[in-house]
C-alpha cells in the first residue's frame, strides 16, 4: 500500500468517527415516551410496489418506518383463454390498465350433463336393480342402485273372517313374483246404534248415556252435554272465542278471546248473561242460551 492510499484510509477513519461523535452528542434519549408527528408518506404504493411512511419524535432522533401494501391491480376487459369443460378446468385473462401485468384466472369445470337413464338390471322384489347414465360432453357413466320393488301381495282367499272382537286370517299371492303368505286382516268397526239416555244433563252437570255394538253386544257409555254446547274444561276452539268476543261487545267479559280457552271468567260472563236474560244460571252456554245471545248481539250490530 502506498503512502498516499494510507493517508487516504487514515481520513476515511477519522471522518467516520467524527461522524459517530457529532451524531452521539446530538442525540437526545426521551425522559418520557416518544411523542411522535403524524405518519409521513415518503413513497405512494402502487401495484408493483410498496410504499412507507416515517413518524419522527418531537423530543429526540427516534423515528418509526412502516409499509404501505400494493394497491390490487386494475383490471381490464376479460378475455376467455380456454372454455371449461365437464373434465377440465377453463382460463381467462386480462392485463392491468396501469402496469400491464398480465391476470389470469381460472373457470369452475361446468357439471356433467347425462342423458335418460338405462336400466341394465331391472329391480325385482327381493332384488335391487341398477341403472347407468353417459354425459353426452365426456361419456363419463354414472351408475345407480335402484330399490328393490317389494311383494305386492293380493288376498286370494280368507279364510278367517274378521269380526269387530278378532283379527281375521287370509291366504295372499304376490302380484309379481308369486310369492305367498297368510297375512291378517283388521278388526271390523263396532256397529253402534242409537244412544240410549240415561241421565239428561242438567246445569252444570254432564248427562250420562249408552250405546251398545249390534253384532258383540259391547257397551260403551259417557258422558256428554247436547251437541253445539260450550263449556268449562272443554278443548280450545274458534267457536270458544266467537262466544268470548259477543260477550265482550255486550259487556259480559272482559277476558282474553285469543287462546279460544273456556275458563271461570267465560263461565262467568256466560251466567251474567243467562241471568240478564231469564235462561237457566249455570254457565254452560246450552244452544238454547248461543241461540238467545246471537238474537241480542245481531239486534246490536243494527
Known amino acids: 500500500m502506498t503512502v498516499k492510499m494510507k493517508r487516504m484510509a487514515f481520513l476515511a477513519v477519522l471522518l467516520m468517527a467524527l461522524c459517530m461523535a457529532a451524531s452521539a452528542l446530538a442525540w437526545k434519549p426521551c425522559q418520557v415516551p416518544h411523542v411522535y408527528e403524524d405518519w409521513k408518506t415518503l413513497r405512494e404504493p402502487t401495484c408493483t410496489r410498496e410504499g412507507y411512511q416515517r413518524m419522527n419524535c418531537i423530543n429526540c432522533n427516534h423515528w418509526e418506518w412502516r409499509n404501505i401494501p400494493k394497491l390490487p391491480h386494475t383490471q381490464g376487459e376479460w378475455t376467455i383463454e380456454n372454455e371449461p369443460t365437464c373434465t377440465k378446468r377453463g382460463s381467462k385473462t386480462t392485463n392491468c390498465t396501469v402496469c400491464g401485468t398480465l391476470i389470469r384466472h381460472f373457470i369452475d369445470m361446468v357439471p356433467h350433463e347425462y342423458g335418460e337413464a338405462t336400466v341394465t338390471v331391472e329391480p325385482t322384489c327381493t332384488k335391487s336393480g341398477k341403472s347407468e347414465q353417459v ?90 252435554f247436547p251437541d253445539g254446547t260450550l263449556y268449562q274444561g272443554m278443548d280450545k276452539c274458534p267457536e270458544v272465542t266467537a262466544l268470548q268476543e259477543k260477550l265482550v261487545e255486550l259487556g259480559y267479559y272482559d277476558g282474553g278471546t285469543s287462546a279460544g280457552l273456556f275458563g271461570p271468567s267465560t263461565a262467568y260472563g256466560v251466567r251474567r248473561f243467562q241471568k240478564d236474560y231469564g235462561l237457566e244460571q249455570s254457565g254452560v252456554a246450552y244452544p238454547e242460551t248461543l241461540e238467545k245471545l246471537e238474537e241480542v248481539w245481531s239486534e246490536k250490530q243494527q
Open 135 to 224: 354425459c353426452t360432453g365426456c361419456g363419463k357413466v354414472s351408475r345407480k342402485t335402484l330399490d328393490k320393488l317389494g311383494h305386492d301381495y293380493v288376498v286370494d282367499e280368507v279364510t278367517k273372517e274378521p269380526t269387530c272382537t278378532a283379527k281375521g286370517k287370509a291366504n295372499a299371492t304376490c302380484s309379481r313374483c308369486g310369492s305367498s303368505k297368510t297375512v291378517t286382516l283388521d278388526m271390523l268397526p263396532h256397529e253402534y246404534g242409537e244412544w240410549t239416555i240415561l241421565r239428561e244433563p242438567k246445569g252444570e252437570k254432564m248427562g250420562r248415556r249408552e250405546n251398545v255394538c249390534a253384532v258383540c253386544g259391547k257397551t260403551v257409555r259417557e258422558d256428554f
